[in-house]
């Protein structure tokens, strides 16, 4: 029973995890919108 529970949150944060690099990435895309020349680097790093 325990392990299941174990099992359960694990994957609980890996989905936490992914959803927040999720937000990040897209936020890092609307940013490289907006602002070209202060972001290039990081646009360049996350992907045009």
Not at 5 to 17: D, K, P, Y
Not at 22 to 48: I, M
Request: proline share 0%.
């Amino acid at each position: 029973m325990m392990k299941q529970f174990i099992v359960w949150t694990l994957a609980a944060l890996i989905f936490v995890a992914a959803y927040a690099v999720y937000l990040v990435y897209s936020d890092a895309k609307a940013d490289c919108a907006k602002q070209q020349v202060v972001s290039t680097t990081l646009c360049a790093t996350v992907g045009s």
